[in-house]
């Protein structure tokens, strides 16, 4: 099992910390989520 990386504003999670991070900074900044972003989001 590989490391996780949650996004603080959705709990979104990601393999990718600059995914996890980009989301974040999306959340913050429009409130909601990027269909872009969030395509590389993994549910385990």
């Keep these: 099992m590989s490391k996780l990386y949650s996004c ?3 709990r979104m999670n ?3 910390p600059k995914i996890a991070r980009k989301c974040r900074e999306w959340c913050k ?3 909601s989520c990027n269909l ?3 395509k590389h989001a993994v549910n385990e």
């Design 8 to 10: 603080s504003e959705c």
């Design 14 to 16: 990601y393999r990718d």
């Design 29 to 31: 900044k429009y409130r």
């Design 36 to 38: 872009e972003i969030i």
